[in-house]
Protein backbone atom coordinates (compact mmCIF):
# COMPACT_ATOMS: atom_id res chain seq x y z
CA UNK A 1 0.00 0.00 0.00
CA UNK A 2 1.33 3.40 -0.86
CA UNK A 3 -0.05 6.98 -0.82
CA UNK A 4 -0.50 8.67 -3.76
CA UNK A 5 -1.36 12.12 -4.75
CA UNK A 6 -3.53 12.70 -8.16
CA UNK A 7 -2.96 16.59 -8.85
CA UNK A 8 -5.97 16.79 -11.86
CA UNK A 9 -8.00 19.36 -11.97
CA UNK A 10 -10.86 17.76 -14.03
CA UNK A 11 -12.79 16.29 -11.08
CA UNK A 12 -14.26 13.59 -13.07
CA UNK A 13 -10.86 12.42 -13.84
CA UNK A 14 -8.94 13.04 -10.29
CA UNK A 15 -12.06 10.99 -8.83
CA UNK A 16 -12.00 8.11 -11.51
CA UNK A 17 -8.04 7.58 -11.21
CA UNK A 18 -8.84 8.04 -7.05
CA UNK A 19 -11.19 4.79 -7.21
CA UNK A 20 -9.16 2.88 -9.19
CA UNK A 21 -6.08 3.23 -7.39
CA UNK A 22 -7.97 2.34 -4.01
CA UNK A 23 -9.21 -0.79 -5.37
CA UNK A 24 -5.51 -1.59 -5.45
CA UNK A 25 -4.98 -0.88 -1.82
CA UNK A 26 -3.13 2.55 -1.97
CA UNK A 27 -4.53 5.77 -0.24
CA UNK A 28 -5.38 8.76 -2.44
CA UNK A 29 -5.08 12.27 -2.21
CA UNK A 30 -6.53 14.91 -4.17
CA UNK A 31 -5.20 18.40 -5.54
CA UNK A 32 -6.84 20.04 -7.83
CA UNK A 33 -4.57 22.82 -9.21
CA UNK A 34 -0.61 23.18 -9.08
CA UNK A 35 -0.69 25.32 -5.76
CA UNK A 36 -2.88 22.71 -3.59
CA UNK A 37 -0.49 20.11 -4.46
CA UNK A 38 2.92 21.47 -3.19
CA UNK A 39 1.17 22.83 -0.08
CA UNK A 40 -0.19 18.55 0.31
CA UNK A 41 3.21 17.34 -0.31
CA UNK A 42 5.04 20.00 1.95
CA UNK A 43 2.48 18.55 5.12
CA UNK A 44 2.33 14.88 4.29
CA UNK A 45 4.28 12.01 3.26
CA UNK A 46 3.39 11.04 -0.32
CA UNK A 47 5.00 7.98 -1.74
CA UNK A 48 4.09 9.25 -5.39
CA UNK A 49 2.52 12.00 -7.50
CA UNK A 50 0.53 11.34 -10.42
CA UNK A 51 0.73 15.17 -11.90
CA UNK A 52 -1.00 17.09 -15.26
CA UNK A 53 0.71 19.12 -16.90
CA UNK A 54 -2.74 21.85 -17.34
CA UNK A 55 -3.31 22.92 -14.20
CA UNK A 56 -4.89 26.34 -12.85
CA UNK A 57 -2.18 28.62 -10.94
CA UNK A 58 0.85 26.90 -11.14
CA UNK A 59 1.21 24.12 -13.95
CA UNK A 60 2.37 20.77 -13.86
CA UNK A 61 6.21 21.07 -15.09
CA UNK A 62 6.27 24.62 -12.47
CA UNK A 63 5.48 21.99 -9.36
CA UNK A 64 7.92 19.46 -10.82
CA UNK A 65 10.75 21.61 -11.09
CA UNK A 66 9.82 23.14 -7.26
CA UNK A 67 9.24 19.70 -6.06
CA UNK A 68 12.58 18.28 -7.26
CA UNK A 69 14.38 21.06 -5.80
CA UNK A 70 13.67 19.22 -2.34
CA UNK A 71 12.48 16.05 -3.18
CA UNK A 72 12.96 12.62 -5.15
CA UNK A 73 9.65 11.28 -5.15
CA UNK A 74 8.58 9.46 -8.31
CA UNK A 75 6.33 11.46 -10.87
CA UNK A 76 3.98 10.82 -13.67
CA UNK A 77 3.14 13.69 -15.72
CA UNK A 78 -0.31 13.05 -17.05
CA UNK A 79 -1.80 15.47 -20.03
CA UNK A 80 -3.53 15.72 -22.99
CA UNK A 81 -0.18 16.89 -24.86
CA UNK A 82 0.75 14.40 -26.98
CA UNK A 83 3.58 16.18 -28.22
CA UNK A 84 7.47 15.96 -27.95
CA UNK A 85 8.57 18.95 -26.62
CA UNK A 86 6.11 18.61 -23.88
CA UNK A 87 7.47 14.93 -23.00
CA UNK A 88 11.00 16.15 -23.69
CA UNK A 89 10.45 19.24 -21.03
CA UNK A 90 8.57 16.69 -18.36
CA UNK A 91 12.18 14.70 -18.83
CA UNK A 92 14.17 17.61 -18.58
CA UNK A 93 12.80 18.26 -15.34
CA UNK A 94 13.25 14.70 -14.25
CA UNK A 95 9.62 13.52 -14.33
CA UNK A 96 9.86 9.35 -13.43
CA UNK A 97 7.29 8.36 -16.40
CA UNK A 98 4.71 9.98 -18.84
CA UNK A 99 1.14 8.72 -20.20
CA UNK A 100 -1.15 11.08 -22.31
CA UNK A 101 -5.08 11.14 -22.53
CA UNK A 102 -7.00 9.49 -23.04
CA UNK A 103 -5.60 6.80 -21.48
CA UNK A 104 -6.56 3.41 -19.82
CA UNK A 105 -6.39 2.63 -16.43
CA UNK A 106 -5.24 -0.24 -16.45
CA UNK A 107 -2.29 0.87 -18.42
CA UNK A 108 -2.19 3.52 -15.67
CA UNK A 109 -1.96 1.28 -12.56
CA UNK A 110 0.75 -0.75 -14.49
CA UNK A 111 2.80 2.37 -14.69
CA UNK A 112 2.24 3.33 -10.99
CA UNK A 113 3.13 -0.39 -9.68
CA UNK A 114 6.42 0.11 -11.70
CA UNK A 115 7.39 3.47 -10.62
CA UNK A 116 6.50 1.73 -6.31
CA UNK A 117 8.53 -1.40 -7.00
CA UNK A 118 11.42 0.96 -8.35
CA UNK A 119 11.42 2.72 -5.46
CA UNK A 120 10.69 0.09 -2.74
CA UNK A 121 7.53 0.43 -2.25
CA UNK A 122 5.32 -1.74 -3.71
CA UNK A 123 6.68 -5.94 -4.09
CA UNK A 124 5.94 -7.65 -6.70
CA UNK A 125 3.39 -10.45 -6.33
CA UNK A 126 5.23 -13.48 -6.40
CA UNK A 127 2.58 -16.11 -4.83
CA UNK A 128 -0.68 -16.66 -3.31
CA UNK A 129 -2.47 -18.91 -1.06
CA UNK A 130 -6.17 -19.73 -1.98
CA UNK A 131 -7.18 -22.47 0.22
CA UNK A 132 -5.03 -25.28 0.31
CA UNK A 133 -3.79 -24.27 -3.21
CA UNK A 134 -0.28 -22.51 -3.82
CA UNK A 135 0.18 -20.56 -6.72
CA UNK A 136 3.65 -19.55 -7.54
CA UNK A 137 3.74 -16.73 -10.30
CA UNK A 138 7.30 -16.41 -10.28
CA UNK A 139 7.98 -20.02 -10.68
CA UNK A 140 4.61 -20.72 -12.80
CA UNK A 141 3.62 -23.38 -10.98
CA UNK A 142 0.57 -24.31 -8.77
CA UNK A 143 0.07 -27.10 -5.72
CA UNK A 144 -2.66 -28.57 -3.28
CA UNK A 145 -3.07 -31.29 -1.13
CA UNK A 146 -2.75 -33.50 -3.89
CA UNK A 147 0.98 -32.63 -6.03
CA UNK A 148 1.14 -30.05 -8.54
CA UNK A 149 -1.75 -28.71 -10.42
CA UNK A 150 -0.93 -28.78 -14.25
CA UNK A 151 -1.60 -24.71 -15.29
CA UNK A 152 -0.51 -23.25 -18.11
CA UNK A 153 1.63 -19.91 -18.71
CA UNK A 154 -1.14 -17.55 -19.56
CA UNK A 155 -3.28 -19.48 -17.33
CA UNK A 156 -1.49 -18.13 -14.24
CA UNK A 157 -0.14 -14.70 -15.79
CA UNK A 158 -4.24 -14.71 -15.94
CA UNK A 159 -4.60 -14.96 -12.18
CA UNK A 160 -2.05 -12.39 -11.19
CA UNK A 161 -3.73 -9.69 -13.58
CA UNK A 162 -6.91 -10.60 -11.72
CA UNK A 163 -5.15 -11.45 -8.46
CA UNK A 164 -3.62 -7.66 -8.88
CA UNK A 165 -6.13 -5.72 -9.55
CA UNK A 166 -8.89 -7.52 -7.26
CA UNK A 167 -12.35 -6.15 -6.76
CA UNK A 168 -12.26 -4.51 -9.60
CA UNK A 169 -13.54 -5.36 -12.96
CA UNK A 170 -11.31 -6.05 -15.98
CA UNK A 171 -12.95 -6.11 -19.53
CA UNK A 172 -12.16 -9.16 -22.13
CA UNK A 173 -10.61 -6.40 -24.12
CA UNK A 174 -8.22 -5.33 -21.27
CA UNK A 175 -7.01 -9.03 -21.02
CA UNK A 176 -6.28 -9.37 -24.16
CA UNK A 177 -4.36 -5.98 -24.44
CA UNK A 178 -2.23 -6.76 -21.39
CA UNK A 179 -1.83 -10.49 -21.76
CA UNK A 180 -1.51 -11.35 -25.24
CA UNK A 181 -1.23 -7.26 -26.66
CA UNK A 182 -3.38 -4.86 -28.88
CA UNK A 183 -2.41 -6.92 -32.40
CA UNK A 184 -2.33 -10.45 -31.61
CA UNK A 185 -5.24 -12.28 -33.47
CA UNK A 186 -6.80 -13.74 -30.94
CA UNK A 187 -11.15 -13.28 -30.32
CA UNK A 188 -11.62 -11.71 -26.73
CA UNK A 189 -14.05 -15.42 -26.17
CA UNK A 190 -10.46 -16.68 -25.69
CA UNK A 191 -10.55 -15.14 -22.29
CA UNK A 192 -13.87 -17.32 -21.39
CA UNK A 193 -11.87 -20.48 -21.87
CA UNK A 194 -9.40 -19.64 -19.60
CA UNK A 195 -11.17 -18.40 -16.90
CA UNK A 196 -13.12 -21.76 -16.90
CA UNK A 197 -10.32 -23.82 -17.02
CA UNK A 198 -8.92 -22.08 -13.86
CA UNK A 199 -12.01 -22.31 -11.76
CA UNK A 200 -12.22 -26.36 -12.71
CA UNK A 201 -8.37 -26.71 -11.98
CA UNK A 202 -7.88 -24.70 -8.78
CA UNK A 203 -11.86 -25.25 -7.84
CA UNK A 204 -11.75 -21.39 -7.63
CA UNK A 205 -14.80 -19.55 -6.87
CA UNK A 206 -13.22 -16.23 -6.65
CA UNK A 207 -13.65 -15.30 -10.21
CA UNK A 208 -16.64 -13.54 -10.87
CA UNK A 209 -18.38 -13.18 -13.89
CA UNK A 210 -19.88 -9.49 -14.35
CA UNK A 211 -22.47 -10.06 -17.13
CA UNK A 212 -21.47 -8.31 -20.61
CA UNK A 213 -18.74 -6.44 -18.85
CA UNK A 214 -15.58 -8.50 -17.92
CA UNK A 215 -14.62 -10.18 -14.95
CA UNK A 216 -12.43 -9.72 -11.45
CA UNK A 217 -11.05 -11.79 -8.45
CA UNK A 218 -13.08 -11.28 -4.95
CA UNK A 219 -11.05 -12.34 -1.51
CA UNK A 220 -13.67 -14.52 0.71
CA UNK A 221 -15.22 -12.60 3.52
Known amino acids: MAVLLIVEDDTATNEAICEYMKTAGHITLSAFD ?8 REQSIDLVVLDIMLPKRTGLEV ?15 TALD ?15 YITKPFSMLLLGKRVAALLRR ?32 LTPKEIDL ?34 TYIKNLRKK ?18 QP
Open 83 to 97: DEPTQAASFDEEADD
Open 119 to 150: CGKSPELNQIQIGDITVDFGGYTASGQNGPID
Open 159 to 192: LKLLVEHKGLVLTRSQILDELWGYDYPIIDRTID
Open 202 to 219: LGLDRIITVKGVGYKYEE
Open 34 to 41: GEQGLQIV
Open 64 to 78: LKELRQTSNIPVLML
